[in-house]
């Protein structure tokens, strides 16, 4: 299956209402943290923003899937929008785990993305996993 490419500007306004609750605030808190991850990373805007979506978009979610008496796990492929909202969310759960404000936390996220050292990553990495643990079950998804 061939997945069409995400655009930046889906994932940003999609960050944009996901993180903070204010209108224009959010928009200046997002400007100011695209440049200083460009600034951090040595990376022109667009260049960061596409790697961030690369790492932290799942291109596969597990679905439980009922067969007779008895419920599998299979791995689903997710759709565009599904697969940003699955990271937005993960993004989210980070972000609101510790104390701090959100712009703070989402900065080092966001940075630990980057650098590949993030706990979001890890779940991501979790979920494939667990994804190539049940390719036996393959058969039972009908779509």
């Keep these: 299956m061939v997945q069409k490419k995400i655009k930046n500007k889906n994932f940003w306004s999609s960050l944009k209402g996901v993180t903070t609750k204010k209108g224009k605030t959010k928009a200046r808190l997002l400007i100011n943290l695209s440049s200083v991850l460009s600034k951090k990373t040595k990376l022109r805007l667009t260049h960061t923003t596409s790697r961030l979506v690369r790492l932290c978009v799942p291109r596969l979610e597990m679905r439980s899937v009922r067969s ?9 492929p997710t759709s565009q929008r599904r697969s940003v909202s699955l990271a937005l969310r993960r993004l ?4 609101a785990s510790s104390r701090g404000s959100a712009y703070s936390k989402l900065k080092k996220e966001l940075i630990n993305i980057l650098l590949k050292k993030s706990n979001s990553l890890k779940e991501r990495h979790a979920s494939y996993i667990n994804a190539q643990k049940n390719r036996a079950h393959l058969h039972y998804r009908w779509y």
């Design 68 to 76: 007779g008496r008895s419920s599998y796990s299979v791995p689903f």
């Design 92 to 95: 989210n759960s980070v972000c």
